[in-house]
């Protein structure tokens, strides 16, 4: 079977849901033949002309009924991202990747399954992005970066060469990350946070340069 028979699902009928589709529109490679929200109002529309087939927990018979082969996850909330990725890859459906042509991906770099990379983002050699992970558009990463499982990374982040970001990290619109420093897991950074110093897990900062606001509080 070619690639472009490959009938995939978004995950997600809001904004970004949107952005999703239109960069896998772009990459003209799968058939989106459907978004999943769990939003029951929304349930027999369409968005951008494609149906709204249902919710998360109708998977099971919906995969069946569609022949649906793959998914892809527009949920802003690292840690649902994640766990929604495992709870479909469990049905045995498989996390493809948007990646925008004209993203400009050094070939010595690599990412991992169900990532979102948006048009303008710069990524150079030899640096490393986890599964779920979204970058938006113009987002510039350095080399030898090391980039964890369903962080998000925003427009016009600017990451110095050999920075690591642990799983979860939100990166704020802008913000920049100096060279060589390390993101612990779950730190969110706010938009135009000037990272100078490594920031422990799961808390948030903010400014320039960057220093703590409060804890992060995970709902789970
Ligand atoms: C950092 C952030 C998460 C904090 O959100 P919050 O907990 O709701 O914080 P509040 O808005 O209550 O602000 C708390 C204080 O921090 C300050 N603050 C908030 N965000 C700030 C930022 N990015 N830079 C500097 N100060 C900031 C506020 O001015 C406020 O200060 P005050 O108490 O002196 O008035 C949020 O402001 C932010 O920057 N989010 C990033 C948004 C973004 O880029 N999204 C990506 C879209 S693709």
Wanted: with cysteine.
């Amino acid at each position: 079977m070619s690639e472009k028979q490959e009938r995939v699902v978004i995950i997600g009928a809001g904004g970004m849901g949107g952005v999703y589709f239109d960069v896998l529109d772009e990459m003209n490679v799968y058939e989106v033949i459907g978004f999943i929200d769990d939003d029951p109002k929304k349930h027999g529309k369409n968005y951008y002309d494609i149906p709204i087939l249902g919710g998360v927990s109708d998977m099971p018979s919906l995969k069946e009924k569609h022949q649906i082969h793959g998914f892809i996850i527009s949920i802003g909330n690292n840690r649902l991202r994640g766990k929604m990725g495992s709870y479909l890859e469990n049905l045995g459906l498989k996390p493809v990747n948007a990646v925008h042509p004209r993203a400009a991906i050094s070939r010595y770099s690599t990412y991992g399954n169900g990532v979102l990379i948006e048009a303008g983002v710069g990524i150079n050699p030899h640096t490393t992005i986890g599964n779920h992970a979204m970058i938006s558009l113009s987002a510039s990463i350095g080399h030898d970066v090391v980039i964890g499982d369903c962080v998000h990374i925003a427009p016009n982040v600017v990451i110095g060469g050999e920075a690591k970001l642990g799983d979860y990290v939100d990166v704020g619109l802008g913000a920049t990350i100096n060279p060589t420093l390390v993101v612990g897991e779950g730190a969110v950074l706010g938009a135009g946070a000037a990272v100078v110093k490594d920031v422990p897990k799961n808390i948030v900062v903010v400014g320039v340069p960057a220093q703590k606001l409060k804890d992060v509080v995970n709902e789970d």
